[in-house]
C-alpha cells in the first residue's frame, strides 16, 4: 500500500520508534522521579547550602561566597581527618580484597557444610555498621567483656581501646565486617568465569598459580575492580563503628571525613561549613568513577578469545 | 551531547530547582498559637529521662489532659542522636515538633529557634538549674532533669583500708611516692584532688601489689562532650574556670594541673587503658565488676550500682561522697517551645502542667530526678541520692558560661584535651591549642 509513497513508509517506520519511546519514558518516570527527589534535589540543596552562612545560631543563609570552604583550611581538623580517611580506607580496602579473594577461590570448589559455611561467612554483612559498633563496645568492654576475659583465661592481658592499639582494632573490625562483601562479588564472579579458559590452560600445562594469574585474574577484572569501587566509596564514608567506639578520639587520631563533616553540622551548628567540606569530598572523588567505570563496564575477555 | 539529552537534563534540573524552592516555601514559616487543644508533639531521649516522662505523659493524657483538650505525642530517639536531629528539624525551621528535648548546654546555640518561656513560675526549681537555661536574660528552657556528678566509691574497701593500721602504712608510703608527701588515708567525704590521685594509686595493683581492685579508678577519657563536663569538675576543684573576665582561662595553672592529673592517672595505670573510650556506660561496668574502687560519675549512676538484680557484685557496697575538690558540674535537661510550632498554645498548657511540683512528683516517682529542691527531699526514700543530689547542687554546684557557642565550646574542648588526658599529647600543647579554640568561641 505504501508502494511509490515513500512518506508513508517513513511514517510507518516512526510510528514504532515514538510507541518505544513513550513506553521506556513512561517505564522509567519511578526512577526519575526516585532520582530527582532522592539524588538531584539533596545534590542541589546541599550545593547551595555550601556557600551560605547557614548555622544554628544565623539560619538566614546568607550568600557568603567561598568562605565555608577557605574556613575548612583554617585549622588542621579537615586535612588531618582526610589525611586519615584515605590511608585508613587503602588499607582495609586492600586487606578486604585480598582476604576477600582468597576467600571466594577457596569456596569456589564443593565440600561438605559448605551452605552452613557460606551463611556464616555473610552474617558480619548483615549487621547495621552502628549495631556491630555497639556489639563490639560491649564485647571488647575490659571489664565486661568476653573478648577480654577469653583472652584473660589464655594469660594475656590486652587492652584493645588503648590509644597505641585503638587503629589496628578499627582496622580488624572493618576487616570482619566487609570482608564477606567482597568475597560475595569476586565469588559470584567465579560462578560465571568461563570454564573452557581454564581447560584450555590446564592443556597447555599451565600450573594453578600461572593461571590464576595469566587467566583467572584478567577475566575477573571488571568484578574485582566492581568490588574495589564498593568498598572503597564506602571505606572514605565510614562513620558509624568508628564513632560509635571511639568518636573520632583520642583528640582527633581516628576522625574520618563522615566524623568531622558531622561534627561541624551538628555540634558546631555550622551547615555551611558541613556541606562545603561534604561538596569538596565530591569534586575531589568524582574524577575516578569514570575511570572506575570504565573498567568495570569491561568484558575482562580481551583477547582472550 | 545530543538535543534529547540536553533538554532531558534541563527539565530536570529545573525540577530540582523547583523543588528546592516549594521545600524553603513549605517550612520555614512562623510559628502559630492554634487552637490551645489537640495534639502536642514532644522530643525526648531514652533512658531513665525518657522513660519518667513517657509515664508522665501517660498520667497526663488519661487525666489532666482530657480536661485541657490535649493529648501529647511523645518520640523516643535516640540517646546519641536526640540532637543532632533536632538540629537538623531546627535548621530546616520545621513545625514537626512542638516541643524539643533541651538542655542548658546547648539552649544559648538553640535558641534562635525556640520561643522564651516568658511568665514561668521558676520559684520552685533549683535556681542553679534556671540560671542554666537562660540566654539573654530570657528563660528558653523549662527545667526537668537536673544532672550532677559525685564520687561514686566502694564504701567496704574504703572502710577496711581505715580500720587497718598495715594498710593505712602502705598507703602513706604509696602516697609520699605519687604526691611528694605522705598522707593518712581519710573518709571520702573530705577529700581533695591529692586524696584523688594517691587512692588512685593505693587501689591498683601497678602501685600497690596487694590492692583489692585493679585500678583504683576509671577515667571518662573518651573525645565527648559529656566527659568534657566531668573533667570540669577536677578543673574547677584547683580553681580554674573557662573563663576570666571574658578571656578564656584554661591556659592556667589550674587547668594545666587538670589536665595532668588525667595524665598522670592513665600513664601510671592506675586507671584502666581502655579509660580512652570511656564514658558513662563502661564506668558503670568497671564499678559494677569491681575492678575499680571508685570513680566520678553522673548522679543518675547510683540507683542501678545499689540494685541487687542489675549490679549483685557490689550493689550496698556503693556509697556518695562530693567530687573530690568539691566542685560539681550542674546542667538541667529542659523541654523548649519551638518557634515555628503550629499549635504554641497548647504546648504552653502542657509546660505549664510540666512545671507543677505534682508534675514532678509523677516524674521524681517514675525514675527521674527533678530539678525542684522540695520534690527531691520528699521523693528522697525513692532514691537515697535525692537529699545528696539537693545538697550536693546547692553546696558545691557551678555552672559553666552560656553563651552562644557553649554547646560546640564542650565539644572542641574535648577534641582538644583528649589526646593530653590519655598521654598522647604534651599537656603544654593541648592546653594551649584548647585556650586558642575556646578564646575563638567565646569571640562568637
Not at chain 1, 68 to 79: E, I, Q, R
Not at chain 1, 211 to 232: G, H, Q, T
Not at chain 2, 69 to 75: F, M, N, P, S, Y
Not at chain 2, 241 to 262: F, I
Request: glycine content about 8%; overall charge positive; hydrophobic content about 45%.
Amino acid at each position: 500500500m505504501t508502494k511509490g509513497r515513500p512518506e508513508l513508509a517513513a511514517a510507518n517506520k516512526k510510528r514504532p520508534k515514538r510507541k518505544n519511546t513513550a513506553a521506556a519514558a513512561l517505564l522509567s518516570l519511578p526512577l526519575l522521579a526516585f532520582a530527582l527527589i532522592f539524588v538531584a534535589y539533596p545534590l542541589v540543596s546541599g550545593i547551595l547550602t555550601a556557600f551560605q552562612a547557614k548555622t544554628l545560631l544565623d539560619p538566614s543563609a546568607a550568600f557568603n561566597g567561598i568562605d565555608n570552604f577557605t574556613a575548612l583550611f583554617k585549622g588542621p581538623g579537615f586535612a588531618k581527618s582526610a589525611g586519615f580517611t584515605v590511608t585508613y580506607s587503602a588499607i582495609v580496602v586492600t586487606l578486604e580484597m585480598i582476604l576477600g579473594f582468597g576467600l571466594a577461590l577457596l569456596v569456589n570448589r564443593k565440600f561438605p557444610g559448605k551452605k552452613a559455611f557460606f551463611t556464616m561467612l555473610l552474617l558480619p554483612i548483615m549487621v547495621a555498621p552502628a549495631l556491630l559498633g555497639v556489639m563490639f563496645r560491649l564485647l571488647l568492654n575490659g571489664d565486661i567483656g568476653a573478648v577480654p576475659a577469653l583472652l584473660h583465661g589464655m594469660g594475656m592481658s590486652v587492652s584493645l581501646f588503648a590509644p597505641d592499639s585503638v587503629i589496628p582494632l578499627l582496622v580488624v573490625l572493618d576487616v570482619l565486617q566487609w570482608t564477606p562483601f567482597t568475597f560475595l562479588i569476586i565469588y559470584a564472579g567465579l560462578q560465571s568465569f568461563p570454564e573452557e579458559l581454564l581447560e584450555a590452560t590446564a592443556i597447555d600445562g599451565a600450573g594453578y598459580f600461572r593461571s590464576l594469574w595469566s587467566v583467572v585474574l584478567p577475566v575477573l577484572k571488571p568484578v574485582l575492580f566492581a568490588a574495589f569501587f564498593l568498598r572503597a566509596i564506602d571505606a572514605l564514608r565510614t562513620f558509624d563503628v568508628i564513632y560509635v567506639l571511639t568518636a573520632g578520639g583520642p583528640g582527633t587520631s581516628t576522625t574520618t571525613l563522615s566524623i568531622y563533616i558531622y561534627k561541624a553540622a551538628f555540634e558546631s551548628g555550622d551547615f555551611g561549613k558541613a556541606a562545603a567540606a561534604s561538596l569538596l569530598v565530591l569534586v575531589v572523588l568524582l574524577p575516578f568513577v569514570p575511570f572506575i567505570v570504565k573498567r568495570i563496564a569491561s568484558t575482562g575477555l580481551e583477547g582472550k578469545k | 551531547m545530543d538535543r534529547r539529552s540536553f533538554c532531558a537534563l534541563g527539565v530536570a534540573s529545573l525540577t530540582a530547582a523547583m523543588l528546592a524552592g516549594c521545600s524553603t516555601a513549605s517550612s520555614g514559616s512562623a510559628g502559630a498559637d492554634g487552637p490551645g487543644t489537640g495534639t502536642v508533639k514532644m522530643v525526648a531521649w531514652p533512658g531513665p529521662e525518657g522513660d519518667a516522662m513517657a509515664k508522665v505523659v501517660k498520667a497526663y493524657n488519661g487525666g489532666q489532659g482530657k480536661q485541657d483538650g490535649i493529648t501529647v505525642d511523645l518520640v523516643l530517639l535516640s540517646r546519641q542522636d536526640t540532637f543532632s536531629k533536632e538540629s537538623a528539624l531546627m535548621a530546616s525551621k520545621s513545625d514537626n515538633q512542638d516541643i524539643y528535648w533541651t538542655a542548658s548546654y546547648n539552649v544559648g546555640q538553640y535558641a534562635p529557634s525556640l520561643d522564651a518561656l516568658d511568665g514561668t513560675d521558676t520559684s520552685n526549681y533549683f535556681p542553679v538549674a534556671v540560671d542554666g537555661l537562660k540566654y539573654k536574660g530570657k528563660l528558653y528552657g523549662l527545667p526537668l532533669d537536673v544532672s550532677n556528678h559525685f564520687l561514686l566509691y566502694r564504701k567496704d574497701l574504703i572502710d577496711a583500708l581505715l580500720a587497718d593500721s598495715a594498710a593505712k602504712a602502705d598507703y602513706e608510703q604509696i602516697s609520699k611516692t605519687v604526691l611528694g608527701t605522705a598522707r593518712a588515708p581519710k573518709d571520702p567525704q573530705s577529700w581533695d584532688l591529692d586524696d584523688f590521685k594517691a587512692m588512685s594509686a593505693y587501689f591498683s595493683k601497678s602501685a600497690n601489689p596487694k590492692s583489692p581492685t585493679q585500678y583504683g579508678t576509671i577515667l571518662q577519657a573518651k573525645n565527648l562532650l559529656y566527659n568534657t563536663m566531668i573533667w570540669n569538675d577536677v578543673l574547677w576543684g584547683y580553681g580554674g574556670n573557662w573563663q576570666v573576665d571574658g578571656k578564656a582561662g584554661l591556659d592556667s595553672d589550674a587547668g594545666k594541673k587538670a589536665v595532668q592529673l588525667y595524665a598522670d592517672i592513665y600513664k601510671n595505670k592506675w586507671t584502666t587503658p581502655d579509660s580512652s573510650q570511656a564514658e558513662f556506660p563502661e564506668t558503670q561496668a568497671a564499678l559494677q565488676s569491681g575492678n575499680v574502687a571508685f570513680a566520678i560519675q553522673w548522679s543518675a549512676a547510683f540507683a542501678s550500682l545499689n540494685d541487687p538484680k542489675q549490679s549483685p557484685a557490689v550493689a550496698g557496697k556503693i556509697a556518695i561522697a562530693p567530687v573530690p575538690g568539691g566542685k560539681t558540674h550542674v546542667h538541667a535537661l529542659s523541654v523548649s517551645l519551638n518557634k515555628y510550632s503550629k499549635n504554641k498554645a497548647a504546648a504552653k498548657k502542657w509546660l505549664g502542667y510540666l512545671a507543677t511540683p505534682a508534675a514532678m512528683t509523677e516524674y521524681a516517682q517514675s525514675g527521674g530526678i527533678p530539678a525542684m529542691p522540695e520534690v527531691l527531699a520528699a521523693q528522697k526514700a525513692i532514691n537515697p541520692a535525692y537529699a545528696q543530689v539537693s545538697s550536693s547542687i546547692a553546696k558545691n554546684g557551678y555552672s559553666e558560661p552560656v553563651f552562644p557557642k557553649t554547646f560546640e565550646a564542650y565539644s572542641k574542648l574535648a577534641e582538644d584535651l583528649s589526646g593530653a588526658w590519655v598521654g598522647q599529647t604534651p599537656v603544654n600543647d593541648a592546653v594551649k591549642t584548647a585556650n586558642t579554640d575556646l578564646q575563638a568561641l567565646l569571640d562568637g
